[in-house]
Structures are given as C-alpha cells and as structure tokens.
C-alpha cells in the first residue's frame, strides 16, 4: 500500500517538472524571437534640414553716462553720504550724542489709591498724585476740581487668598474706589496699592546738561545741548523712541530711534513704576493697603 502511495507522488512530481520545463521553453522562444526583432530595428537617428549655422550675439550697450547726483540727506543738500551707505530714513542708534533713553513705560492716571483710614462706616480714602508730595484724603462725594476727578464710590472689603501650596486661606483688606472722569465721561475703578495707568506712552529721556531724567509724550519738544529735538513716537513693546532734531528754522536735520539700555522687565512684561510710597500725612498704624 505504501509503495503505491510513492509511486504516484513520484508520477505528480514528474508531471510537474514537464510542466515548468515546457513554460520555461515558451518563455525562451519568445525571448529569442524579440530579440531578433530588436535586432532590425534601426537605432541611428536621422537629422533633416539645413546645417546649423551659429548666430552673432548682440554686442552689450557699453555707452558711457554720466552719474545721478545723490538725493539731498538729513544735513541738507550739501550733505555727503558715504558711497554704500543703505537708503533709509531711520537709523537704528541706541544712543544719541546728546541724550539717551532709560525706559519707556504708560502714563500712570494721575490719581492712584494707596488705602484707606477711619472705622467702619467712616472711612476716607488715601489717594497720591504722580509726581506730587503728600496724601489726599477724601470721602464718597469728594470733588478733586483741580484733576477734574469725582469720588463717587468707595469700599473696603475682607478677601480671602490661598497663595501657593498654603492649606488654609489668607485673609486680606481689599478697598476700591470708583472715580467720574470729567475729561473723558468716563468711570475710573482703582484698587488699593495697585498701579493704574493709561494708554498714553511716556519716554523717559536724558541728557548730558540734565541732572534728572524728564518724562516726555509724542509731540513734546526738549533741547539737549544746543540741540533741540522733537519726540515723533513711542512704543512700548518692543520698546522704542523715534527723536527728530530740528534746525534753526524748525526743518528737520536728522531722525534717530533710541533703545533702553537694559530690558525693562526680567519676565517679558513691562515694569511697573515702583511701589507708591505715600509721603506724609497718614501714619503707618492708621494707612491700610493691599499687598497683591
């Protein structure tokens, strides 16, 4: 039985080698007959028309012409200019002979509220002006005639805080006072120690005569030497001021950008003015503040 068994996978294995053996002489045959064919065809290529001939390139125009007088630059139509000096009106300095910018910071409003002092139900709040000594005290209906700025609100409340990774919360006084803007109509919300300012940029400029650095705004002129000079721009961020120096004649002789030496901020922001110190009037016992 079992020789049987072999005997007809012998016969299937022959079977199956005629079979590849008969593909692969199709195969072949074919192959040979495409080859000859190949064989005939023609590979060389067969140009018509004329010989090519070479045609004269244009001579370049290598007429000589005279050079373009150079346009007129900031020191008037005399001026000289170097040979590659780039075209631009703005030159990018970060200081000017004659003065220099520190920082570039808004306009604080030109009333902050550093706390409050009395008893509940009689509170007054603690106000300071930029730039001026002393603390101004005021209750709800107050009229500061001179700031054109009314006193229309003002509340002390107890907040709770939980800085950081504390567990238990921080109580804190918050006060806040509500202003009427008669300039503008509008109303003004100002929180306890904290600084509020307006959209106006103020440029901090110096110069070599001054013994103190002056707060200017877009427009404002100052002399520096025996130089004067107009701010034309402020930017805060990036933070930039563009100066125009004026002739005799009120013309523009030169136009400068200034940069602030340093940064003015460690984390990306601008800095704030610094803290608002009331100068008098309150004492330490009886002035509370915010501390955010």
């Excluded at 009229?143 to 609100?153: G, N, Q, R, V």
């Amino acid at each position: 039985m079992r020789s049987g068994f072999n005997i007809a996978g012998d016969k299937l294995m022959f079977a199956g080698a005629a079979v590849i053996f008969a593909l692969g002489c199709v195969w072949a045959a074919n192959g040979q007959r495409e080859i000859r064919r190949l064989r005939h065809v023609p590979v060389a290529i067969s140009l018509t028309g004329p010989t090519y001939q070479p045609t004269q390139l244009p001579r370049p125009d290598t007429a000589k012409g005279a050079w373009i007088s150079p346009g007129e630059t900031f020191s008037g139509p005399g001026g000289i200019g170097g040979l590659f000096t780039p075209p631009g009106v703005y030159h990018d300095t970060s200081a000017s002979p004659d003065c220099r910018l520190l920082a570039v910071k808004p306009e604080p409003f030109r009333l902050q509220l550093v706390g409050y002092v009395g008893v509940p139900g009689d509170y007054r709040a603690a106000f300071v002006r930029p730039g001026h000594p002393g603390t101004l005290l005021a209750r709800e209906g107050h009229c500061f005639a001179d700031l054109e700025l009314t006193l229309t609100k003002f509340t002390v409340n107890t907040v709770s805080r939980t800085p950081g990774l504390a567990a238990s919360p921080v109580h804190a006084i918050s006060s806040q006072a509500v202003l009427a803007d008669h300039q503008t109509g509008d109303e003004v919300v100002l929180e306890g120690g904290l600084l509020r300012c307006t959209a106006t940029p103020l440029a901090v400029l110096q110069s070599a005569d001054d013994n103190q650095p002056r707060e200017l705004r877009e427009g404002d002129d100052y002399q520096a030497g025996d130089a004067t000079y107009r701010v034309e721009r402020i930017q805060l961020a990036p933070p930039l001021v563009v100066i125009a120096r004026q002739g005799l004649d009120s013309t523009l002789q030169e136009r400068k950008t200034l940069h602030p030496p340093l940064p003015l901020s460690r984390k990306g922001r601008m800095a704030r003015d610094t803290d608002i110190v009331p100068a008098g009037g309150v004492s330490a016992a009886g002035l509370a503040a915010n501390s955010n």
